[in-house]
């Protein structure tokens, strides 16, 4: 999140292009997404408010959303205390290597969810690598809501690290220095001193993982299991309504796991422009 | 996404800070250590049973399944995707940014949050909107049926859902440069008489160019990459309108386990691809 203040006095009309270019831009805005968009809300599919309030309160439907939201708030959470640590000891320390950590921390970015995917299911199923050893303890990760929660995890993990990190890079260390001038140990100064100066970007990295948690689908689909009311998540069942040519249920579903994502969103915009408030 | 600004060189806070202001020796092996084995569990655990396996049973299989058709015509499905859709939203990008960033006008704001739009939408209802429009119970369905045009489970409707997906992936990542650059070289250029074009070209090109560069390559990720939304337009037809990553999951629904993961191991290369590119763009792009 770079410095996006802006800061405009003198007039800018010197500069060529704004009306070609406001043109193409809303075009292409409208073509590529708005209108797609506007079809989930224009109803195309006969979807009547009987049918939205029956999908919507339909058993399968909520546990759905209940087995969504609360993996992809648990990742969230264990995402924002290992990216904390991740941030924290890559911009305080040196170390060899430190360079290649920081990069691999963008692998989920870059890898196609399918694959993560597959690979987690390997790694947790009954002889997989982890698996094996969960197995015996009587645990169950693959196939089950912790499965759901590893995937999301990997998912996540670099939104928090990459929010964290500017913010750690970007605090001044003398109110450190002189907490510790004053007499306070370090784990008094993290706690009374850093702590707070984290805490919107540890949100905004929360929210930004959670987030893309609820509408997550290639990597969680192998490793979940799909069974309907335990490990079906909301994402797979539009995804089974439309295979049953139940438009107007998936748009149901749709529609309510979109309303989710725009309260979010603007939860995250307004968590942003306090942690840049906060980083002045 | 806070790419950008990530790799910003310290302000060597290592050699002002006071030797109080820092942990014990002792404390900072430990942290690291941890991280360390975050790292390893979250990201190269994954990293590493891809290529484990992928090569499970020899390099013969992993060779045969990467030449079969069905992989090869998927990876050409994949390839076009991404050639269509990449230089698209890149023009897209380079003119949206150059409007949002070089002028002002009112509902800049609007507009901003409206290019972010496709980060928060599941990708799952990415594909389910072009359904809605073009599937054959949607609303133009049955127009496009009697005129036998194919969009969904065709290639057109895989080009829309990548297109949809991959749209801000350029656009955000200039918007931040650009602002901080501002418009005095432009006006600059402008005053001695440079044309529009040239102004673009000569002045704003090399200015942004690693920073486009690295919106470009994660851009072409997703778009080779993309799963959920490609899945619901596709139809997967194997040879047809199957990409890579839907082909990973044919495969893997098939038990054809290593041939599944010899797949993957083409994307994951891919992804490493681009993180190497990205880091280097992104310090190209702060210097």
Redesign the interface.
Known sequence: ????H???KKQ?N?????GI??G???F??SL???L??S??L?N??GLTWEKFWSVASDPRVLASYRVSLGTAALAGLLDTV?GL??A????????PGK?I????????????????G???T??YSQN???GSILEPLGIKAAFSPLGITLAL??IG?P?VV??V??VL?DAE?DA??A???LGAG?WR?FWTVIFPVLIPSLLTGFALAF?RG?????SVV?ISGNMPMKTEI???L??SK?EQ?D?AG??AV?LI??LI??V??LGI?LLQRWSRKAAR | ??????L?P?KS??S???P?????RW??WV??G???L??LW??????A??LS?ALKKGWGVYIAALSDPDALSALRLTLLTAAITVPLNTI?GV??A???T????KGKGL?V??????F??????GG??????F?R???LGPWLDSHDIKIIFALPGII?AT??IT?PFVVKEL??LM??Q??GE??AA??LGA??WQ??WQVTLPNIKWGLLYGII?CN?RA?????AV??VSGHIRGETNT???H??IL?NEYQ?QA??AV?SL??L???V???L??WFSRKSTH
């Not at chain 1, 950590?101 to 890898?111: E, K, Q, R, S, Y």
């Open positions: 999140m770079s410095s996006l802006i800061r405009r800018r010197v500069l060529p292009g704004f270019g406001m193409f831009t809303v292409y805005l590529v997404v708005l797609p968009l079809a989930l224009l195309y599919t290992l640590l991740l924290w000891v890559l911009v305080r320390y040196d170390f360079g950590w920081d990069a691999l921390i963008d692998l989920p970015f870059a890898l196609p969810t399918a694959v993560a597959v690979a987690l390997a790694i997989g690598w982890i995890m990997f993990i939104f990459r929010t990190q500017p890079q260390r450190e220095e907490a510790a001038t370090r100064t987030a609820i509408g997550e689908y290639g192998f909301a994402p797979l539009i995804m439309l040519f438009y998936a748009t749709a796991l979109l994502s725009f979010l969103l915009n | 996404m806070a790419h950008g600004a990530v910003t310290l806070q290592k002002n800070a006071a109080a202001a820092t942990e014990q404390v900072r942290l690291i941890l991280a360390g975050v790292l979250l990201i190269i655990l994954p990293l049973i891809v396996e897209f003119v949206a150059w409007t949002i070089k002028f002002r006008f507009l949050t409206l290019v972010d739009l496709p928060a939408v599941s990708p799952v209802i389910l909107i072009f359904v809605l429009i599937g119970q949607g609303w829309l297109l949809f749209f918007i931040p602002e901080d501002g418009t432009e006006e402008v005053t044309k529009g102004v673009f994660l990720a080779m990459g993309e799963f959920g899945s619901v890579l990553p839907l990973v999951e893997y386990f599944s993961f993957s994307l994951l891919l992804a490493l681009t993180l190497l990205k880091n």
